[in-house]
């Protein structure tokens, strides 16, 4: 090697070590910072911080989430508070007897909660993963109520209502020896009553539009769908009254026959029967109408 190279290999090195010498203070302060984390000083903050990770891996006991998720709901009101504990039940022991009655549990604190979506999920989860069990009707109906308090008001989209028919002739047909079958019939006259309600409300809307034969469309789906609500005696009413002014009288006769034979002390009856008499005839039914045929599918004829 020649001396120009051997002089500038040696600088090299010389100033390489001096950088390692001049390091050295600072390694060591880094080392001093390290080593308390496995000494006496801050060894408790660490174990604290392992010990949070550990936590999330060791499962409490079944019974106990529950029974915090039966006090939180019951004595301290806390319903959301009270769901989480059985969905934590159904996370950690999610094949135990324990999961099953904590995930109806959960359905039932999110229905009192009023969160309806949360609840239907909760409940359609335990009908299918348990339909043999003799909870499955109440989950059932859960579903069911959960649609129904959301009905909307006549004047909305009748959707949800739909629904909650839907859902509460599921509960008649399942389970129909259940004590919630009864319920369920209970509301589902109340749902089917809001939707005849509906059709009651827009024929209204065509009769002061004097678009008649849509309100008879509207009045004659409660007189064929919904004869057992309370709309139907109106729904006759004004198909007299929606028939006289469109000059067909035999069905208007017939309609007013009709509401008296079966509603004989129903107001509607002497405003319908004022009318027929007004045109100078006489409520009289025609058998062959088909307003007199749909009540005699249902023996109210």
Known sequence: MSAQRLGLRNRLVSRGSDRFWRSLPLMASLAMLALPLGGCGTGAIWDKFLAKDEDKFNDEPADKLYNEGLYLMNKEKDLKAASKKFEEVDRQHPYS?????????????????????????????????????????YAQYLIAASHYDQIPDVSRDQGRTEKAIAALEEVIRKYPTSEYANQ????????????????????????????????????????????T?????????????????????????????????????????????????????????????????????????
Not at 106 to 129: E, K, M, N
Not at 190 to 209: I, N, P, S, T, W
């Open 184 to 227: 369920a019939k209970q509301k589902l006259e109340g749902a089917r009553d809001q939707l005849a309600g509906k059709e009651m409300d827009v024929g209204r809307y065509y009769m002061q539009k004097r678009d008649y034969t849509a309100a008879i469309n509207r009045f004659k789906t409660v007189v064929t769908r919904y004869q």
């Open 229 to 301: 609500t309370r709309h139907v005696e109106e729904a006759l009413a004004r198909l007299t009254e929606a028939y006289m002014t469109i000059g067909i009288v035999g069905e208007a006769q017939t309609a007013a026959a009709v509401l008296g034979h079966n509603f004989p002390d129903s107001r509607w009856y002497k405003d319908a029967y004022n009318l027929v008499k007004s045109g100078g005839l006489e409520p009289t039914e025609n058998k062959g109408s088909w307003i007199s045929k749909s009540f005699k599918k249902l023996g109210l004829g």
């Open 97 to 137: 007897d324990w999961a099953r009655k904590s995930l109806l549990m959960s359905a039932y604190s999110f229905y009192q909660a009023g969160d309806y979506d949360s609840c239907i999920g909760s409940a359609t989860r335990y009908v299918t993963l348990h339909p043999g069990s003799p909870d499955a009707a």
